[in-house]
């Protein structure tokens, strides 16, 4: 048997009676290891990751294939067992103000997810909210617990984010470009503070994006993708020594490199597009 946390296999989803969006994708991702989706806008990788979390779109099915988490087929469960078996599955939505709700505040929203996941009282799941927040560093956890969310800065509210995904001890998060909203200084924490929850807890991460210095920065191995297929799958290394593609030559060709500044940048050609 597979020790694998997640092994997607021959994955397509299309839209009812509309275009095919995923062509036949398959990884794998071991405990402990953190897998990048990498491409262009459009390349499939979000979808990837809402096929994973059973979240798709109304007009988008899975067409074929499969996706094991945990050694059990996720494809086919009926939504109450979806549920059950996504139990151990979490998110990290790339804008953290419409993720959470602007009507509550954010210890409702911390300790209703952990009550219902780990079946905690609503004294356990305060004090686990106040630990994990500390864990994420935010300073005076009882403070935060008592705003909402428009009363905090972007950064803080995707700290907030990541402390109630990793307080429900996931075996897997998808985390999908969870720093796209925010500034370059605060991407760089945000970044460093998930591989370190990762690593102290031992999750598996399904990462997403669009940032190739990203990948580089927290992947341990790297789907590229475009059009929904998949053009090359390695370590990162292998990646960013020896890039075997086309497509992902192009990506490394239109990426500025602080090492080059005086590299020309080349835009993606138009059949890549």
Do not use: W
């Not at 989803?13 to 990048?36: C, M, Q, W």
């Not at 499939?44 to 798709?56: A, D, F, P, Q, T």
């Not at 905090?152 to 990541?162: D, E, F, K």
């Amino acid at each position: 048997m597979s020790d694998d946390v997640l092994a997607i296999e021959n994955l397509s989803a299309a839209i009812r009676n509309g275009p095919t969006l995923l062509h036949e994708i398959s990884l794998r991702l071991a405990a402990g290891e953190v897998h990048g989706l990498v491409g262009t806008s459009g390349a499939g990788k979000s979808m990837i990751g809402r096929c994973v979390l059973g979240i798709l779109p109304a007009p988008v099915r899975v067409t074929a294939g499969g996706i094991r988490f945990l050694g059990k087929q996720l494809v086919g469960l009926s939504e109450r067992d979806r549920r059950a078996a996504g139990a151990s599955l979490a998110l990290i939505p790339q804008d953290p103000l419409s993720a959470l709700n602007p009507s509550r505040r954010i210890v409702s929203q911390m300790t209703d997810v952990m009550r219902l996941r780990l079946h905690l009282s609503h004294a356990e799941a305060y004090a686990r909210a106040l630990a994990m927040l500390d864990e994420v560093h935010i300073r005076g956890p009882q403070d935060v617990l008592r705003r909402y969310p428009h009363e905090l800065s972007g950064g803080m509210r995707q700290r907030v984010l990541i402390a109630t995904a990793f307080a429900c001890e996931p075996r897997l998060i998808v985390a999908d470009e969870p720093t796209t909203a925010l500034d370059v200084t605060v991407q760089k924490q945000i970044l460093r503070l998930i591989r370190e929850l990762q690593r102290k807890h031992g999750t598996s991460v399904l990462f997403v994006t669009h940032d190739l210095g990203v990948v580089a920065k927290i992947c341990n191995s790297v789907t590229v993708l475009n059009a929904g297929r998949i053009v090359e799958q390695a370590p990162v290394a292998d990646i960013f020594l020896r890039p075997q593609d086309a497509y992902t030559q192009a990506l490394f060709a239109a990426t500025p490199r602080y090492d080059r500044p005086g590299d020309t940048l080349r835009p993606l050609p138009a059949d890549f597009a």
